[in-house]
């Protein structure tokens, strides 16, 4: 996983999302000179894993499926889609059958 730098104040809201039992609170994280590893004591259930994944990338503006950066915005509403544009169409059309 890759580390993200924050500051001691930033970390903070890592901390709430522990309290809040958030699975979003994992990751690494550099504070200054320090280096701090949240984690769960148990190693994540694959559904576990999957959601996390999932809500990074939505997050990130990438695609859930495949991570690619999504570019087109749903005009009914101004966000980011979920998915790319492959796997939008993909989807879409699977929908309709
Ligand atoms: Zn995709």
Redo the contacts with the bound molecule.
């Keep these: 996983m890759k580390s993200v730098k924050l500051t001691a104040k930033e970390f903070e809201k890592v901390v709430k999302k522990i309290s809040a039992k958030s699975l979003d609170a994992c990751g690494t994280y550099i504070i200054g000179e320090f280096k701090i590893d949240v984690r769960k004591t148990k190693p994540l259930s694959g559904s576990e894993r999957v959601s996390l994944l999932y809500k990074r990338r939505k997050e990130q503006g990438l695609?859930v499926?495949?991570g690619?950066k999504v570019t087109k915005k749903n005009p009914k509403n101004g966000q980011l889609y979920r998915?790319?544009e492959?796997?939008r169409t993909k989807i879409d059309k699977s929908r309709k059958r």
């Design positions: 695609c499926v495949c690619k998915l790319c492959i796997h």
